[in-house]
């Protein structure tokens, strides 16, 4: 078990900065960013465990993929803030899985503080699109997968009846525009058209995770904008920002470079006029019906920005409260 020794058994720890395309407003650091942190960490880990993603690909064909991330915001980051990044294993040899806890602690004040927890899941996925690669080393065949999400539990359409009335759009010879309603007539949800561009993949032929944190900023904006709650508005308006407490994302299957990609953002729950909980859905056209390759939620809130350091957060009012739950 020399192989993977380190990599499942032992933690490791890296000073990461934020990147500075992530400070959007002001000097703080989004969501986005906050999960590239994390995304980094578990790559240095690996690295440190003598299994960088670029060996595991040319010398074995295997693509280091992460497939689920869960990560919690508990303060936020700042551009220049410089933080400590730990990787503890979860998973042990034998299970099918990759699984890791990540932890990022940031210096306020003399006060070491626990900003970011987020629990990551990855698999080695075989790659099929060059040549085959010498047989993979019996250490790293447990995690090594022929499809992204196989490794995992099933995940249920989280709304057969809107994938159902879209597929009968689709075989009546409906366009876009009829796929799109009927996937969000009746509920309160947003969706959208895209095709699938190579910046948001990776290893040649498949959309990335953090391709998918792009999609699910882009669907928020994309939502209050249509809401007439855009983020210029509400800034304009009483220099009010969205903050982020929670995202989730989870690869179900694997959606191509260049496919169309339907996304779906549903608004579920309003938690006392202070936050808001959505999921967002991806589906490609596969044998002619919608096919889900994604799936994950995102919490919301919104905080006032009292000078260029500080902001609070603050309640939601009717005019933000009508426009999330789409009165």
Known sequence: MTLTKSLLNEATTVRLRPRYEGSNICTWIGFKHVNYLVEEAVLVHFAQSGLPARALYEEHGLGLDFTTMDTRILHAFHLDDEAEAEVVPVAKGGEEALTFKVTI???????????????????????????????????????????LGVELP????????????????????????????????????????????????HFTER???????????????????????????????????????????????????????????????VFKDFTYTSRMDNYVIRDG??????????????????NRRDWRLVSFDDRVLDAIRGQ
């Open 105 to 147: 602690r940031v210096e306020r004040n003399g006060e070491t503080l626990k900003a970011v927890t987020s629990n990551v899941r990855l698999a080695l996925r075989v790659d099929r699109y060059l040549e085959a690669a010498a047989e993979v080393p019996a250490e790293l065949a447990p995690f090594a997968v022929d499809r």
């Open 154 to 201: 099933p995940v249920a359409d989280p709304g057969p009846e809107f994938t159902a009335a879209a597929n009968a759009a689709l075989a009546g010879g409906g366009d876009e525009r009829a796929v799109l309603t009927a996937l969000t007539t009746g509920r309160n949800a947003y969706a959208w058209k895209w095709n699938i561009p190579y910046p948001y993949c």
């Open 207 to 269: 959309l990335q995770l953090s391709g998918y944190l792009r999609l699910m900023e882009e669907a928020k904006d994309r939502f209050v904008a249509d809401r007439g709650i855009s983020i210029k508005t509400l800034l304009d308006d009483r220099r009010w920002i969205p903050v982020v407490p929670r995202s989730t994302v989870r690869i179900v299957d694997e959606a191509l470079m260049e496919e169309d990609l339907y996304t779906v953002y549903t608004v579920e729950e």
């Open 289 to 306: 019906a919608l096919h889900l390759v994604q799936s994950g939620r995102i919490v919301h809130g919104y905080a006032v920005i009292d």
